[in-house]
C-alpha cells in the first residue's frame, strides 16, 4: 500500500451511534446515547469491526473501570443483547461485522436482579 494511502485510511473516521439500555449507561457516564466519530481503520489498516468497537468502548468511553460488567474473556458478556442497526448482531457477524457510516449499535441488558 502506497504511503499516501496509508495516511489516507488513517485519518478517515467512521461515525456511528451506540445507545446503551436496561442498565448498562450506568457504566458510560449515565448517559444512554453516544456519537462517536472512531478511525475506520485499525492499526493494522484493516477496516474496524464489532471487536474493536467493543474494546474502543471499554478503553475510551466507559468510566468506573466496571469492565467485567460489560465484557468476559473479551467477549459481551452473556445477557446483552447486541443489535445492529435493529438487527440482532448474530445475523450480522457478531464480531466480525464490519462498522459503516451511521451504523445505530444498541446494547441492551436483559440481567436482572431478583
Same mark, same amino acid.
Given at each position: +500500500? ?8 488513517s485519518?478517515?473516521?467512521?461515525? =456511528? ?15 444512554r ?12 489498516? &484493516? /477496516? ?5 468497537? =467493543? ?7 466507559m &468510566?468506573?473501570?466496571? &469492565?467485567? +460488567? ?8 452473556? *445477557?446483552?443483547?447486541?443489535? =445492529?442497526?435493529?438487527a440482532?448482531?448474530e445475523?450480522?457477524?457478531?464480531? /466480525? ?7 445505530? =449499535?444498541?446494547?441492551?441488558s436483559?440481567?436482572?436482579? *431478583?
Amino acid at each position: +500500500m502506497e504511503a499516501s494511502t496509508q495516511e489516507t485510511l488513517s485519518n478517515s473516521n467512521v461515525a =456511528i451511534t451506540v445507545e446503551f439500555t436496561g442498565g448498562l449507561e450506568l457504566l458510560f457516564s449515565n448517559q444512554r446515547k453516544h456519537i462517536l466519530s472512531i478511525a475506520s481503520h485499525d492499526e493494522g489498516g &484493516k /477496516s474496524v469491526n464489532m471487536d474493536y468497537l =467493543i474494546s474502543y468502548l471499554c478503553n475510551n468511553v466507559m &468510566k468506573g473501570g466496571r &469492565k467485567d +460488567m460489560f465484557i468476559v474473556d473479551d467477549q459481551v458478556r452473556p *445477557g446483552i443483547l447486541v443489535l =445492529i442497526n435493529d438487527a440482532d448482531w448474530e445475523l450480522e457477524g457478531e464480531g /466480525s461485522y464490519q462498522l459503516q457510516p451511521k451504523d445505530n =449499535i444498541l446494547f441492551v441488558s436483559t440481567l436482572h436482579g *431478583g
